[in-house]
């Protein structure tokens, strides 16, 4: 993440440049194309109403490909082949809207001039105009950002490291106050202690100071008030270091609830807008394949009645998101009296750590074999994804049994995620792994989870299945 608020808004600038200059590209090749084609001439207003989608897919692909991270990059051979490639796939996409649409009065020629041009601007504005511009403003002191750090312990210390670490336009931490007096001519990373904490109001009238951080220990927070008090009569911005509990966090929120200010702290970052996309993802890919997934049930379903008595449904009490209980379906696998028979078979158990897993399991039936090889036995778990119980990809639920075994508290984390069908632990050995590999891969998935991740699984699991390793 960078830190400048330049940065951000030389982001937001170079969005709207980059729109104008695609649409100032757009016309001036159509009417080169134009000149250069004389005897075959396209419409210009059916050329000229698919430009909005154009420069949607073209922005979207530059925002995926970092177009907008930041000025800093390496090269600008390394910005071109960036552009290119964002270029590049949105040509892809573009063609097969054509397609699909059987858009034949597009001109492709015009496309590809469109795009080599498009290209070349933007590399050109960027090494012309911008870098200039850019690089000319870092080597100039006076426009660094000036910081004021109150505190200089170890906090303070690598507050100051990360601020340098994420500028672009340079920082200048004019120095730091301690809570006690300082020493004469002390200095904490080559900048100098100016005084106490007392001393702020004079300070910020005498130096030129941008933002002031607060980087003293949570015991020391009474302070702050004075601190407060003292930028909001200079008009400087104040700035809290808000890891003052030793919380492992992935996402810091702020959020104001009719005036009053919520800090949130969360140890799992989600992104409620990509959870939205993960719903609706289940939802589509399960209602999709509901007609051949119904015609298999009632096969498996037809196969269970003939193979052993009972019910053809396994309803199981399971612990969801926010450790929420829910019946998850599965096919019987099992005799009918299997839940009895547990107590007297639990001292064969061959899993480590809460699970209850034997490879020769007496009470699995004939058909049961077979569906669980094949995974068939989880089938019923789609209603389960349709009535939001569960996602196509997530940590497996577990049995109120097996929850109240858990000997870590850490391992609770699974349950800040809505359980699944197929995780890591299905695509990496499935129930030959070891409990406690099974919970690492767990948490893993949460720490990193993506939607991309999501697929990269999906696609995993199909072989996985149909080869049926590591079922029991």
């Not at 075959?40 to 925002?63: G, K, R």
């Not at 939001?388 to 049994?401: A, D, E, N, Y």
Request: glycine content about 6%; some cysteine; aromatic content about 10%.
């Amino acid at each position: 993440m960078i830190f400048d608020e330049k940065s951000r808004q030389a982001g937001r600038l170079l969005l709207v440049l980059d729109a104008l200059l695609a649409a100032l590209v757009f016309l001036t090749t159509y009417w080169v194309r134009e000149l250069i084609f004389l005897s075959n001439p396209s419409d210009y207003y059916a050329h000229l109403a698919l430009f909005p989608l154009i420069l949607v897919i073209q922005t979207l692909l530059l925002f995926r490909f970092g177009a907008y991270r930041g000025l800093r990059i390496s090269s600008i051979v390394g910005y071109a082949w960036m552009v290119s490639r964002a270029l590049a796939f949105s040509f892809l996409i573009f063609l097969t809207i054509l397609f699909l649409l059987k858009a034949t009065y597009v001109s492709r020629s015009f496309l590809l001039m469109y795009g080599v041009a498009d290209l070349v601007a933007l590399v050109a504005v960027r090494a012309g105009l911008v870098w200039w511009y850019f690089h000319r403003s870092v080597e100039r002191n006076e426009n660094f950002l000036k910081v004021l750090i109150v505190g200089t312990g170890q906090r303070a210390k690598h507050l100051s490291r990360t601020l340098r670490e994420h500028s672009e336009w340079g920082i200048d931490v004019i120095g730091y106050l301690d809570l006690s007096p300082p020493q004469p001519g002390a200095t904490v990373l080559g900048s100098p202690v100016l005084g106490t904490v007392d001393q702020i109001g004079s300070l910020l009238k005498q130096h030129v100071i941008d933002e002031v951080i607060v980087a003293i220990p949570r015991t020391m927070i009474k302070d702050v008030q004075y601190i407060a008090d003292a930028c909001e009569e200079e008009g400087v911005k104040l700035r809290l270091m808000a890891d003052v509990f030793d919380l492992q966090v992935s996402r810091l929120r702020l959020a104001d609830l009719g005036g009053i200010p919520l800090l949130t702290f969360e140890p799992v970052a989600q992104d409620e807008k990509m959870l939205i996309v993960k719903r609706v993802m289940d939802l589509v890919v399960t209602l999709a394949f509901m007609p051949l997934v119904l015609l298999l049930m009632g096969l498996v379903a037809v196969a269970i009645k003939l193979d052993s008595p009972g019910p053809v449904l396994f309803v199981q009490e399971r612990v969801g998101l926010r450790k929420r209980p829910f019946r998850m379906y599965k096919f019987r696998s099992m005799r009918q009296d299997a839940e009895q028979k547990l107590k007297e078979i639990e001292h064969l158990n061959e899993a480590e750590g809460p699970i209850f897993k034997i490879a020769n399991d007496p009470r699995i039936t004939r058909v049961g074999k077979f569906i669980r090889r094949t995974s068939l036995d989880e089938l019923p778990q789609l209603f389960n994804v349709i009535r939001g119980h569960m996602s196509l990809v997530g940590p497996r639920p577990m049995s109120v049994r097996d929850v109240d075994l858990f000997d870590k508290g850490v391992q609770r984390k699974r349950f800040s995620v809505r359980p699944g069908l197929t995780c890591l632990w299905q695509v990496s050995g499935r129930s030959s792994l070891p409990f406690t590999k099974w919970l690492e891969l767990d948490l893993e998935y949460i720490d990193n989870w993506t939607l991309g991740l999501d697929f990269k699984i999906l696609l995993k699991t199909i072989p996985t299945v149909l080869k049926g390793s590591g079922a029991v």
